[in-house]
Antibody, heavy 121, light 108 residues
Framework: QVQLHESGPGRMKSSETLSLICAVS?????????WGWIRQAPGKGLECIGS???????YYSPSLESRVTISLDTSKNQFSLKLTSVTAADTAMYYC??????????????WGQGTMVSVSS | EIVMTQSPGTLSLSPGERATLSCRAS???????LVWYQQKPGQAPRLLIY???SRATGIPDRFSGSGSGTEFTLTISRLDPEDFAVYYC?????????FGQGTTVEIK
């Protein structure tokens, strides 16, 4: 059974760099699929941040691309999100997820439980 | 950016009834690039339908998706008590991938 589990700082201050880790069990991330991040601000809808394939192909949301880096650590079977220069607008629940490739690129079939990140000034 | 608009905002129904949820795209979607997710309070979204009409693994056949172009529908043939939740559509045919604002299916 494939499972994903996010970890992160919880609280941070404006202008800092957010770093999140998603640990994957039950599947080797180097074997296939895309690995992505989606966020949900309190009481709001969902926003795709980006995803990376096992072969290094990336998709980033244009509105976040200048601040986002997603990377895979196959030795630890985990992947990460870095988001620079955070503001209160980046306060959200951050989910990691496994994504389809090919014609269904952008579909996320298995999600972690999420980690809440709160940014204060 | 393609804007996804879901209607109604809230659907009040009883268990056993049929639910019809709509999702409209501001531009015609390329390929069959639409998915539906279900989200319950305090939980992560769950993939229900991908490529407009394909059920994800383990999803009961009371869930079905249809549509093309700019108009898409998620139908739940007979509501089970566990189906009361928020439902989101998402398009991935054009960057940025975007979600609708959600439809809440609540118990009447």
């Amino acid at each position: 059974q494939v499972q994903l589990h996010e970890s992160g700082p919880g609280r941070m201050k404006s202008s800092e760099t957010l770093s999140l880790i998603c640990a994957v069990s039950g599947y080797s991330i180097s074997s296939g699929y895309y690995w992505g991040w989606i966020r949900q601000a309190p009481g709001k809808g969902l926003e795709c941040i980006g995803s990376m394939s096992h072969s290094g192909h990336t998709y980033y949301s244009p509105s976040l691309e200048s601040r986002v880096t997603i990377s895979l650590d196959t030795s630890k079977n985990q992947f990460s999100l870095k988001l620079t220069s955070v503001t209160a607008a980046d306060t959200a629940m951050y989910y990691c997820a496994r994504g389809y490739g090919g014609d269904s690129l952008g579909t996320f079939d298995i999600w972690g439980q999420g980690t809440m990140v709160s940014v204060s000034s | 950016e393609i804007v996804m608009t879901q209607s109604p905002g809230t659907l009040s129904l009883s268990p056993g009834e049929r639910a019809t949820l709509s999702c409209r795209a501001s531009q015609s979607l390329s390929r069959s690039s639409l998915v539906w997710y279900q989200q319950k309070p305090g939980q992560a979204p769950r993939l229900l339908i991908y490529s407009v009409s394909s059920r994800a693994t383990g999803i009961p056949d009371r869930f079905s998706g249809s549509g093309s172009g700019t108009e898409f529908t998620l139908t739940i043939s007979r509501l089970d008590p566990e189906d009361f939740a928020v439902y989101y559509c998402q398009q991935y045919g054009s960057s940025p991938w975007t979600f609708g604002q959600g439809t809440t299916v609540e118990i009447k």
